[in-house]
């Protein structure tokens, strides 16, 4: 009973963190086409 409280404890927090890097890559990912975005417009202007 143990083993699979122990287990599934531990796949919670192994798809938490998953989810969370993964929402993170998002973020970064979003940022990174915000700057493309600005260098792109200010390119353009000269």
């Not at 143990?2 to 798809?15: F, G, H, M």
């Not at 979003?30 to 390119?43: D, I, L, R, S």
Request: aromatic share 2%; charged share 15%; net charge positive.
């Amino acid at each position: 009973m143990n083993k699979v409280i122990a287990t599934a404890v531990l796949a919670a927090v192994v798809l938490t963190g998953c989810n969370t890097f993964k929402g993170l890559g998002k973020d970064v990912q979003a940022g990174g086409e915000k700057v493309q975005q600005a260098a792109v417009t200010t390119q353009q202007k000269l």
